[in-house]
């Protein structure tokens, strides 16, 4: 992951990311995205769509801290004008897959990198304090289709990971790159590296059972 950080142009020294194993949807992480013709790492909300309140922001209560592909280009959707104009990146070492089956979990999954760790695509949002002047940073990570290497895990979505090219990263994260059509092929179920799968009681606790399982990367 330090060595992504590196490759994205980012300076640790003075850019400190939130290095967390556990996150649930609505905390705090650390994204990367551009800001006056540099990039920086940036905390934000997981949840795209906020609610002003006397305290502050808060989670709308629209779940969104997750954005559907299929939204991308919905005029009015949550993530059509941050689709065009604010894109960002998840540098992670992996994420988690819970399987539901009538709102019951039925099983967890811890899904990492191979070597090194993964990029996933996301969107930002700017919120503006209207009592104080200050901006909120909100996000959410793109979700595409089930894979069907993945399937057995997640049976409804996987999210964007991104190519590890720097040709892409770098029009992912321009912000005068509003002519999205050039990322139409990103939003097909894809895995562009090694992952390695592996099934957990629960989050929190992190216990593994059975063994670990190779998906490989697709051709």
């Known amino acids: 992951?330090?060595?992504?950080?590196?490759?994205?142009?980012i300076n640790k020294v003075i850019h400190n990311p939130i290095d967390k194993?556990?996150?649930?949807?609505?905390?705090?992480?650390s994204i990367v995205r551009e800001q006056n013709n540099s990039r920086i790492v940036e905390n934000a909300i997981w949840w795209l769509l906020l609610e002003q309140t006397d305290a502050g922001f808060k989670p709308s209560k629209y779940t969104s801290f997750n954005t559907r592909y299929d939204k991308l280009n919905t005029p009015?959707?949550?993530g059509y004008q941050a689709y065009r104009h604010s894109r960002c990146v998840f540098v992670v070492k992996g994420f988690g897959e819970t399987e539901f089956?009538?709102?019951?979990?039925?099983?967890?999954?811890?899904?990492?990198a191979e070597h090194g760790g993964l990029l996933l695509g996301g969107l930002s949002r700017g919120w503006l304090n209207n009592q104080t002047g200050e901006i909120i940073t909100s996000c959410s990570i793109i979700t595409l289709p089930p894979h069907k290497k993945l399937g057995h895990i997640h049976s409804k979505s996987m999210p964007l990971i991104l190519p590890q090219n720097e040709s892409i990263i770098n029009n992912w994260l321009d912000t005068t790159v509003n002519s999205v059509e050039q990322f139409s092929p990103l939003l097909q179920p894809y895995i562009?590296?090694?992952?390695?799968?592996q099934q957990i009681d629960k989050p929190i606790t992190h216990h593994p059972i059975n063994k670990p399982e190779l998906i490989v990367l697709d051709n």
């Open 76 to 78: 009015r959707s949550a």
């Open 101 to 112: 089956n009538n709102k019951k979990p039925m099983h967890y999954f811890d899904i990492q």
């Open 192 to 197: 562009p590296q090694n992952l390695i799968a």
């Open 21 to 29: 194993r556990f996150v649930k949807a609505a905390d705090t992480v």
């Open 1 to 9: 992951m330090k060595k992504l950080y590196t490759s994205l142009n």
